[in-house]
């Protein structure tokens, strides 16, 4: 069984960047379809980002599209979220997610993931 572990949250300032990381720390996730997404204080989980086994296909939400980019290496069994021009509602903790898939595909529905990591803080300060 996958157990996923986020890190390379943290403080920062509105505008800055962060790259969060989530790395498999059991199994592998080269077969797996991998997502992001976030869950501010008082608020549901919410879709970030996704990408598909090969890292071909990705999808994005709109409130992160052209700041955000998903990313993975399958040789390092790790995935990233590189995150540019962050704003205050960018605060959340992030989970990485997968699936694992024989489809070249990408999951934007929480409901479609498997695996769930513990999550990471991530704090933007206007």
């Known amino acids: 069984q996958v157990q996923l572990v986020e890190s390379g949250g943290g403080l920062v300032q509105a505008g800055g960047s962060l790259r969060l990381s989530c790395a498999a720390s059991?199994?592998?996730?080269?077969?797996?379809?991998m997502g992001w997404f976030r869950q501010a204080p008082g608020k549901e989980r919410e879709f970030v980002a996704a990408i598909s086994r090969s890292g071909v296909n990705t999808n994005y939400a709109d409130s992160v599209k052209g700041r955000f980019t998903i990313s993975r290496d399958n040789a390092k069994n790790t995935v990233y979220l590189r995150m540019n021009s962050l704003k205050s509602e960018d605060t959340a903790v992030y989970y990485c997610?997968?699936?694992?898939?024989?489809?070249?595909?990408?999951?934007?529905?929480?409901?479609?993931?498997?695996?769930w990591g513990p999550g990471t803080q991530v704090t933007v300060s206007s």
């Open positions: 059991r199994g592998t996730v080269s077969s797996a379809a």
């Open positions: 997610a997968g699936r694992f898939t024989s489809l070249d595909i990408y999951y934007s529905l929480l409901s479609r993931y498997d695996y």
